[in-house]
Protein backbone atom coordinates (compact mmCIF):
# COMPACT_ATOMS: atom_id res chain seq x y z
CA UNK A 1 0.00 0.00 0.00
CA UNK A 2 1.23 3.46 -1.15
CA UNK A 3 -0.11 7.29 -0.66
CA UNK A 4 2.44 9.25 -2.24
CA UNK A 5 1.63 13.10 -1.72
CA UNK A 6 2.96 15.78 -3.60
CA UNK A 7 2.29 19.46 -4.78
CA UNK A 8 3.59 21.00 -1.96
CA UNK A 9 5.97 24.35 -1.63
CA UNK A 10 6.09 27.62 -0.47
CA UNK A 11 3.77 30.30 -1.54
CA UNK A 12 3.28 33.77 -0.31
CA UNK A 13 -0.50 35.14 1.25
CA UNK A 14 -2.89 34.85 -1.15
CA UNK A 15 -1.61 32.17 -3.23
CA UNK A 16 -2.65 28.91 -4.21
CA UNK A 17 -1.15 25.23 -4.34
CA UNK A 18 -2.81 22.28 -5.36
CA UNK A 19 -1.84 18.90 -3.97
CA UNK A 20 -1.97 15.24 -5.23
CA UNK A 21 -2.14 11.80 -3.59
CA UNK A 22 -1.25 8.90 -5.66
CA UNK A 23 -2.93 5.09 -3.78
CA UNK A 24 -1.61 2.06 -4.69
CA UNK A 25 -1.89 -1.37 -3.28
CA UNK A 26 -5.56 -1.21 -2.21
CA UNK A 27 -9.16 -0.68 -4.05
CA UNK A 28 -8.89 3.06 -3.99
CA UNK A 29 -12.35 3.35 -4.77
CA UNK A 30 -13.95 1.55 -1.94
CA UNK A 31 -12.14 3.93 0.44
CA UNK A 32 -12.74 7.22 1.84
CA UNK A 33 -10.33 10.14 1.12
CA UNK A 34 -9.10 12.26 3.45
CA UNK A 35 -6.35 15.36 3.37
CA UNK A 36 -5.32 16.05 7.30
CA UNK A 37 -2.52 18.91 8.15
CA UNK A 38 0.11 19.29 11.28
CA UNK A 39 1.37 22.14 11.96
CA UNK A 40 4.41 22.24 14.40
CA UNK A 41 3.60 22.12 18.32
CA UNK A 42 -0.06 21.02 17.19
CA UNK A 43 -2.12 17.95 16.83
CA UNK A 44 -3.26 16.61 13.66
CA UNK A 45 -6.01 17.52 12.26
CA UNK A 46 -9.15 17.11 9.65
CA UNK A 47 -9.09 19.13 6.26
CA UNK A 48 -11.14 18.19 3.92
CA UNK A 49 -12.90 14.13 3.14
CA UNK A 50 -14.60 13.11 0.35
CA UNK A 51 -16.95 9.82 0.18
CA UNK A 52 -16.00 6.48 -1.57
CA UNK A 53 -19.66 6.30 -3.16
CA UNK A 54 -21.15 10.05 -4.65
CA UNK A 55 -18.21 12.11 -3.65
CA UNK A 56 -19.56 13.68 -0.74
CA UNK A 57 -17.36 16.30 0.56
CA UNK A 58 -17.12 17.81 3.78
CA UNK A 59 -14.18 20.60 5.18
CA UNK A 60 -12.74 22.15 8.52
CA UNK A 61 -14.40 25.11 8.96
CA UNK A 62 -11.17 27.38 9.01
CA UNK A 63 -10.83 26.23 5.00
CA UNK A 64 -14.64 26.05 4.19
CA UNK A 65 -14.50 28.03 1.00
CA UNK A 66 -10.88 27.86 -0.28
CA UNK A 67 -9.92 24.82 -0.33
CA UNK A 68 -11.79 22.22 -2.71
CA UNK A 69 -11.23 18.35 -2.16
CA UNK A 70 -11.98 15.74 -5.46
CA UNK A 71 -11.21 12.21 -6.35
CA UNK A 72 -10.72 10.33 -9.36
CA UNK A 73 -11.49 7.03 -9.45
CA UNK A 74 -9.78 5.85 -12.77
CA UNK A 75 -6.36 7.67 -11.80
CA UNK A 76 -6.53 6.31 -7.75
CA UNK A 77 -6.08 9.70 -6.82
CA UNK A 78 -7.28 12.64 -4.76
CA UNK A 79 -6.52 16.46 -4.75
CA UNK A 80 -6.76 19.42 -2.65
CA UNK A 81 -6.83 22.95 -4.27
CA UNK A 82 -6.15 25.01 -2.07
CA UNK A 83 -6.96 28.64 -2.65
CA UNK A 84 -6.65 32.74 -1.08
CA UNK A 85 -3.55 30.79 1.26
CA UNK A 86 -3.03 32.07 4.56
CA UNK A 87 -0.03 31.46 7.07
CA UNK A 88 -1.97 29.84 9.58
CA UNK A 89 -2.12 27.04 6.59
CA UNK A 90 1.38 26.54 7.07
CA UNK A 91 2.00 22.74 7.89
CA UNK A 92 2.59 19.46 6.32
CA UNK A 93 -0.32 17.85 4.64
CA UNK A 94 -1.11 13.86 4.96
CA UNK A 95 -2.97 12.20 2.12
CA UNK A 96 -5.45 9.21 4.65
CA UNK A 97 -7.29 6.58 3.09
CA UNK A 98 -9.66 4.62 5.36
CA UNK A 99 -12.42 1.98 5.14
CA UNK A 100 -11.54 -1.34 7.54
CA UNK A 101 -8.46 -0.03 7.78
CA UNK A 102 -6.49 3.62 7.56
CA UNK A 103 -3.31 4.51 5.62
CA UNK A 104 -1.01 7.47 5.67
CA UNK A 105 1.21 9.00 3.06
CA UNK A 106 4.14 10.80 4.38
CA UNK A 107 3.40 14.07 4.04
CA UNK A 108 4.20 17.17 1.93
CA UNK A 109 4.94 20.17 3.25
CA UNK A 110 3.38 23.60 2.51
CA UNK A 111 4.86 27.13 3.46
CA UNK A 112 2.94 30.48 3.41
CA UNK A 113 4.84 32.96 3.76
CA UNK A 114 5.88 36.26 2.44
Known amino acids: VQLVESGGGLVQPGGSLRLSCAAS????????MSWYRQAPGKERELVAV????????NYADSVKGRFTISRDNAKNTVNLQMNSLKPEDTAVYYC????????WGQGTQVTVSS
Open 96 to 103: NARMNRNY
Open 25 to 32: GFTFSRYV
Open 50 to 57: ITSVGGST
